[in-house]
Structures are given as C-alpha cells and as structure tokens.
C-alpha cells in the first residue's frame, strides 16, 4: 500500500490540503483529528473533567469510534451516530488535545487507524502518524506555517461563518494548542526524521498541494 503521513501543528491547512491530494490521487483521506474530536465530544456529552484521566479513559472505553465514507467524505461515528456536525468547534478541539495526552485513549484508536493504512493507499493527517501510527510512511510530510499566518487563517474562516473573533487570541489558543501536542509523553507531535518540511506560510493552497504531489511522484 502507499500510505502517505501528513503531521503538523493545529491549523497548518493538513486537512484542506490531504482531502485535494487524495481525490488527486484516488487514495482515501483519514482525518485522525476528527477521531481524537469525537472521544472529546462523548466527554464533553458526560460532563467529563478533561483533566480526571480516570473519568476520561473510563468514558472513552465504553464508546465506539468508526469512520465511514459518504461521496469520499469522512464520516465520523460515535456509537453509530453521524457526529461530523459537533466536532467543528473550538471546545471540542481544546478537549481533544487535553485528552489525547492519555495513553489509554491513543491505544484505542491506533488499531483503527493502523488498520485502515493496512486496507488501502490513505493519505492520513494528524501529530504522529510518520512518527508513531505508520513509521513505514511511503511518504511523510510535516506541514507548519507561523502561528501568526495560522491565526490569520482560522480568524477567516471563523469571519466566513459570521462568528468574529480576536486574533490574538486565536494566535494564543494556537500556540497553548501546539505546546501541548508537542511536550505530551506519549507520541507527541515532532517532524519525523524522514519526513520532508513543508511550510506554508507564504504559500496557496494549490502551490501546496502540486509541490506534495510532485514529492510523491518522485518517490514512485
Ligand atoms: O487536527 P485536529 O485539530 O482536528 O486535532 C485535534 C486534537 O487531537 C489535536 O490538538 C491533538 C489531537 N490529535 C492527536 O493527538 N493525534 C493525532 N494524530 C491527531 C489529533
């Protein structure tokens, strides 16, 4: 299978990026965020405190994550129920990097994911997947942009949704965000050795994606 790892910190545009590069391709995006969003929303459902690991690992045991495709869109489940539509916001995000420092809560979803680069050529996105998830990555890319474009970028699409924001304090929850996913124990986020660095910050989206794709052409 060619699996392709694409990390980087929250906001970086992994996602918008994956998802053109694999209809491009014809290989399946995973978005193993919306997995770690998912377990933060049945937390936040049971009013769990994100920092009670116990209360948070106990709640996470008793759920059932999938993912299903819908026109090469990702659908997350949660016990059986579409929850794509509340996992968005930026509470469900902050929960998910609180409780995805947890080893018991990362077990569970690694066999999906693993599991998932086994049955088809994924281009998958997330903090770990060079490093830790796939570490045979036929392809892996750390995809950064400054935290000040990065900012910008998430104010945008906040405005895009009528909601109006400070940047500073996006720029600040961001880098809150980035500390945290970087200093946790298990499986934090760092560009693995082998992975090609990508930043962004004065590119278009289009420019990333071509240069992405011209990597893994090369590579073939
Ligand atoms: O990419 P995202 O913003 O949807 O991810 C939400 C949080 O989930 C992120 O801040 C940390 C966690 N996460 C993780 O720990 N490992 C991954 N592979 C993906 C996400």
């Keep these: 299978m060619y699996n392709v790892a694409i990390d980087g910190p929250a906001g970086a545009g992994k996602s918008t990026i994956a998802k053109k590069i694999a209809k491009q391709l014809g290989f399946i995006y995973v ?7 998912a377990m933060a929303l049945a937390c ?7 920092d ?12 059932n994550v999938t993912i299903a495709y819908e026109s090469d869109m990702q659908i997350v489940m949660l016990n059986g129920e579409n929850v794509n539509g509340y996992i968005r916001t930026e ?16 077990l569970k979803l690694l066999e999906l994911q ?25 392809v892996k890319i750390y995809l950064t942009a400054s935290s000040r474009t990065r900012a910008e ?8 949704k009528g909601i109006e924001v400070n940047i500073e304090e996006v720029e600040k929850d961001i880098i809150d965000r980035d500390y945290r996913d970087m200093h946790r124990e298990i499986a934090p986020l ?5 992975a090609v660095l990508v930043d962004s910050s004065n590119m278009g989206i289009d420019e990333v994606v071509e240069h992405i794709i011209k990597i893994i052409e090369d590579r073939k």
């Design 31 to 37: 978005d193993t965020g919306a997995m770690y969003r």
């Design 44 to 50: 936040i459902r049971n009013n769990v405190d994100k």
């Design 52 to 63: 009670d690991e116990e209360a948070v690992v106990a709640v996470c045991s008793q759920i």
């Design 91 to 106: 509470e469900v995000g902050n929960t998910a990097s609180a409780i995805s420092v947890y080893k018991d809560v990362r």
């Design 114 to 138: 693993r599991n998932l680069a086994k049955e088809n050529n994924v281009i998958m996105d997330g903090r770990d997947i060079g490093t830790y998830v796939l570490p045979d990555a036929f």
């Design 153 to 160: 970028r998430r104010s945008l699409e906040l405005k895009e």
């Design 190 to 194: 760092s560009q693995a050795e082998d």
